[in-house]
């Protein structure tokens, strides 16, 4: 096993990373969560100190709140893990369960802090009046970074999970 001596994303929070290297590290993030996602595993708790740097890539760290889904309790998920500022409206709410989608809300919420060198401080899905606002803010600064970084911050903090990109969808995109 390697150390991956490069810290973590959230050291890289105030460095200013370019356009460019957040987009490097969103494909390894888009290829890392289709493997996942394609083992049927749910994360669960995707976060800036749980995605490790090693030779300017990035590592999916901590898989100690993830979920294995099997047939037998089928592929939504209700019960509450991971961290509030990154944990999508379903996931939350629990009214219908979450699935997959909610760890691609999650990176979404690593690509916006990451574009805008700033972090989250709250959900940008909750029902406070600003919410919106926040996180078009937040997509508005990706958008400025890259109009390719923007869309797919767009398309995975849509509040609607089955509109929301899968892993395979945001790596296409960002190709």
Same mark, same amino acid.
């Given at each position: 096993?390697? &150390?991956?001596d490069? =810290?973590?994303l959230?050291?890289?929070?105030g460095?200013?990373?370019?356009?460019?290297?957040?987009t #490097? $590290?969103m494909?390894d993030l888009a290829?890392?969560?289709?493997?996942?996602h =394609?083992?049927?595993v /749910?994360?669960?708790?995707?976060?800036?100190e749980?995605l490790? +740097?090693l030779?300017?890539?990035?590592? +999916?760290?901590?898989?100690? &709140?993830?979920?294995?889904i099997s047939?037998s309790? =089928?592929?939504?998920r209700r019960?509450?893990?991971?961290t #509030?500022? /990154?944990?999508?409206?379903?996931?939350v709410?629990?009214?219908?369960? /979450?699935?997959?989608?909610a760890d691609? $809300?999650?990176v979404?919420c690593?690509?916006v802090?990451?574009a805008?060198?700033?972090?989250?401080g709250r959900?940008? $899905?909750?029902?406070a009046p600003?919410?919106?606002?926040?996180?078009?803010?937040? +997509?508005?600064?990706? #958008?400025?970074?890259?109009?390719?970084?923007?869309?797919?911050a767009?398309?995975l903090l849509? &509040?609607d999970?089955?509109?929301?990109?899968? #892993?395979?969808?945001m790596?296409f995109?960002?190709?």
């Open positions: 096993m390697q &150390l991956a490069g =810290g973590t959230s050291d890289r929070i460095q200013h990373p370019s356009a460019a290297i957040v #490097a $590290w494909r290829s890392a969560f289709e493997c996942i =394609g083992m049927r /749910y994360h669960r708790d995707v976060k800036l749980n490790l +740097v030779n300017g890539r990035v590592l +999916v760290a901590d898989f100690g &709140l993830a979920a294995i047939s309790i =089928g592929s939504n019960t509450q893990a991971g #509030a500022n /990154y944990a999508s409206p379903e996931k709410k629990g009214r219908q369960g /979450y699935n997959s989608k691609m $809300w999650a979404g690593v690509l802090e990451l805008s060198d700033k972090r989250l959900p940008v $899905w909750d029902d600003d919410a919106e606002a926040v996180r078009d803010e937040f +997509v508005g600064n990706a #958008a400025r970074a890259s109009p390719v970084l923007g869309d797919v767009r398309r849509l &509040l999970p089955r509109e929301r990109l899968s #892993a395979f969808e790596r995109l960002l190709r």
